[in-house]
């Protein structure tokens, strides 16, 4: 079964910075592209980024690019977020979601999500 | 960035009614477009990919039809478990982008 765990939420002011991990397990987690995907409150979601399976080719979100980095340790099964200079638009529960290996931006497979909320 | 619009924002309907919600695309994304069901503080859950192949595990009464920048999700006859909010998501070209979402309430 995948499971997708997130952790390091939690409240920051304004301009700091947090590191976001999921760790994965049931599957091979080299074999995936991955996914950052945030949803704020009373909103939809919104892809923040996309890493392949060998952390050589990344994408973002306008709204983030520049102050998210998204990386991955395969050996570690495990898939990261900096988020720095965090901004109050930046408050929602972050997910990490598996690719379903049928299409890229296709997410079948997400976690419980991890809540960032930015205030001072 | 390709724009997803649902409507309606609201749909009140009671259990045993047929539910249709509608999602367009503002650019075509032939059928590269997926349906999600959601819960209060649970993650979306897949229902629909490719705009109209069920995921394992979905019920029958859910399909989706569409393609171009036109789609639809029918729900055939509505369960006490299906109130909830849906979204589609594009996934035609990055930024993969979701509708604002459609909650269906209990009439």
């Known amino acids: 079964e995948v499971q997708l765990v997130e952790s390091g939420g939690g409240l920051v002011q304004p301009g700091g910075s947090l590191r976001l991990s999921c760790v994965a397990s049931g599957f091979t987690f080299s074999r995936y592209w991955m996914y950052w995907v945030r949803q704020a409150p009373g909103e939809g979601p919104m892809v923040v980024s996309v890493i392949n399976t060998d952390d050589t080719y990344t994408r973002y979100a306008d709204s983030v690019k520049g102050r998210f980095t998204i990386s991955r340790d395969n050996a570690k099964n495990t898939l990261y977020l900096q988020v720095n200079s965090l901004r109050a638009e930046d408050t929602a529960v972050y997910y990490c979601a598996r690719d379903s290996g049928r299409a890229l931006g296709d997410l079948p497979h997400w976690g419980q999500g991890t809540l960032v909320t930015v205030s001072s | 960035d390709i724009q997803v619009t649902q409507s309606p924002s609201t749909l009140s309907a009671s259990a045993g009614d047929r539910v249709t919600i509608t999602c367009r695309a503002s650019?075509?994304?032939?059928?590269?477009l997926a349906w999600f069901q959601q819960k209060p503080g649970k993650a979306p859950r897949l229902l629909i990919y490719?705009?109209?192949t069920l995921e394992s595990g979905v019920p029958s009464r859910f399909s989706g039809s569409g393609s171009g920048t036109e789609f639809t999700l029918t729900i055939s006859s509505l369960q006490p478990d299906d109130f909830a909010t849906y979204y589609c998501q594009q996934y035609n070209s990055f930024p993969y982008t979701f509708g604002q979402g459609t909650k269906v309430e209990i009439k």
């Open positions: 650019q075509s994304i032939t059928t590269w």
């Open positions: 490719k705009a109209s």
